[in-house]
């Protein structure tokens, strides 16, 4: 038997990895009896974004820490009996339903804001409120239109209504239909111990910013703070008493804190080897997946087309604790198109090719098709590999 290693404020950059895997779920066998939501309440938050391309990304949270959770499980888990909500974190988010409480202060910070971008017209926040009281769970389409043009920042009323009541509280997404939010009343939504358990700024800063270092393991002020989009300062008033302890990181440079429970064990265990989303919490942040993984990762999504170096929607490959490649993937009908793939090294073409065969299966497509590696020389070893994956998954 052997006995656990001593807590300690030095930590190796190979330790700082391996407690930032544990954290987010990726090392150790996850608990598959809490499923999605466990996985939830684990993350703290699981970004929501309208790009989909094998899948949304808040699908693809729990299956890159879960493997092939069906994806109406996936929503069933988030949106039935308000397990959770959706509110503005590090992005959009979908968020815990017990953590409604710990937003008050961004709630209170929205309903003090003095300048918005969209003009309330007379009258139409309260329609919106007596509609949704008397109608009960409605899109803004069915409150009265989403937008009136083409132009995004050109909403309708309906919509900068249910909107502003959204960020005040007021208002609760219970669900997305076809994307499409769908918004209830708070008092209806939100179990009522949570409703009116109005803490103040301190308490909720003090429990985002334990949540954060919880989450990430191990983490810098900025990283903390960026968890949940909070300001530096925030983070200074309160994490000497959110729980956290300060730590060295060999090669950080720069202060930062940890999660206790973290240091009092050693993470062991098996690396899952998946695709990442970008929106994935382990990478959502890029100087900090530069700083644990020596790994540059950017969403080219919004990038012009000529510009991008590796594609539309790269999806990082993690395979043995390290980020070994990039993926970017296309469905074509029940084939998985891996429109681009890059690769570290020849070593990484069997995780590369098992993370793209376990994907394919999930999202329903029988084959796997590559159209472009990075480094020719590769190409057809990835190729052989991903046959061969192919055939021992249909065994």
Known sequence: MTSAPRPTTDLSAADARRIALRAQG????????AGVRGVL??????????ISVLARSHE???YARLGAVPRKTVEDAYWTQTHAFEYWSHAA???PVEEWPHFAFRRRAYRDRPHWNHDLPDGTYDQVIKQLRVEGPLTSTELGGAKRTSEWWDWSGAKVAVERALMYGEVVCVERRGWKRVYDLAERAIPEALLHDELDDTECLRRLVGLAGRSLGVGTRADIADYHRLKGEQVDAVIADSGLVPVTVEGWGKPAWADPAALENAPRGRHRTTLLSPFDSLIWDRARTERIFGFTHRLEAYVPKPKRIHGYFAMP???GGQLVGRVD????GETLVAKQVTLDSAKAVPAVAEALVEAASWVGCMSVRLERVDAPELHQPLAKEVTRALIAALR
């Open 26 to 33: 990726f090392l150790g066998a996850p608990d598959r009896r």
């Open 317 to 319: 490959v993690l395979a």
């Open 329 to 332: 993937p296309a469905r074509e």
């Open 60 to 62: 693809l949270i729990p």
């Open 93 to 95: 988010c979908i968020l």
């Open 41 to 50: 309440r684990h993350l703290g938050a699981v970004q929501l974004d309208t």
